[in-house]
């Protein structure tokens, strides 16, 4: 089973605009980290975010993370074709795993 | 190498047969995960190997899969008896430290499985 769950399952924007997708999960964790895969590739990692931590930047994205409700939010701006691909929220198993969800599929249309 | 390199990148096996799919890790990377993956799915865990100790197979669907890493750097999945619902991507990662709690994976392309 996936601890973590991504909304919306799909999402189609124009290059330019900002790109906005949300992660839920069940437990307690101490860190939240999103990675993002390209069609036929392997996961890349985009940004680590710690339980202490509300937001954090890398480049143009922004990651939030909310505790109490068990959520986080990455945000993409000025989104490129480029940009186009899977995006997926990962959490700490029960074990020494990472839990994966079932991920946001991005289109940026040129 | 600089990343993960995951072979054969394309399998196809008929229904019964066994396979046998290679990870070489980042030279020193200590962790060593497997993942499935079904299409317009997210990665689903197998088994996590630290150095040559299998320390998790939980996620092992049946005992028809088996993983090593007798080294403790290159690693082999193998499927017995292969059956479609078998039929996935395969992947896997590995990590610098102990564990994924706190620590970036570093995934391969993958292998990509078809059993007819």
């Known amino acids: 089973s996936q601890q973590g769950e991504e909304d919306p399952q799909a999402l189609s924007i124009q290059e330019g605009e900002n790109a906005t997708m949300n992660c839920s999960y069940k437990?307690?964790?101490?860190?939240l980290q999103w990675y993002r895969q390209n069609s036929g590739r392997g996961l890349v990692h985009l940004i680590l975010?710690?339980?202490?931590?509300r937001e954090k930047h890398s480049g143009r994205l922004r990651v939030t993370l909310d505790t109490s409700k068990k959520s986080s939010s990455l945000l993409i701006t000025a989104s490129r074709a480029a940009d186009t691909a899977s995006y997926f929220c990962?959490?700490?198993?029960?074990?020494?795993?990472?839990?994966f969800g079932s991920g946001t599929q991005l289109t940026v249309l040129p | 190498g600089a990343g993960v390199s995951q072979s054969p990148r394309y399998k196809v096996a008929k229904r019964g047969q066994d396979v046998a799919l290679r990870c070489d890790p980042i030279?020193?990377?200590?962790?060593l995960f497997w993942y499935q993956q079904a299409l317009g799915q997210g990665p689903e865990f197998l088994t996590y190997?630290?150095?040559?100790?299998?320390?998790?197979k939980s996620g092992l669907p049946s005992d028809r899969f088996f993983a090593e890493r007798p080294e403790g750097s290159v690693s082999t999945l193998k499927i017995q008896r292969t059956q479609q619902e078998d039929s996935a991507v395969y992947l896997c990662?590995?990590?610098?430290?102990?564990?994924?709690?706190?620590?970036?994976?570093?995934f391969g392309a993958g292998s990509r499985l078809t059993v007819l």
């Open positions: 437990t307690s964790i101490n860190n």
């Open positions: 190997f630290q150095n040559e100790a299998q320390l998790d």
């Open positions: 990662a590995s990590s610098l430290g102990y564990g994924a709690g706190a620590n970036v994976l570093t």
């Open positions: 990962a959490v700490p198993g029960s074990a020494r795993q990472l839990t």
């Open positions: 975010i710690r339980s202490n931590e």
């Open positions: 030279s020193g990377h200590v962790s």
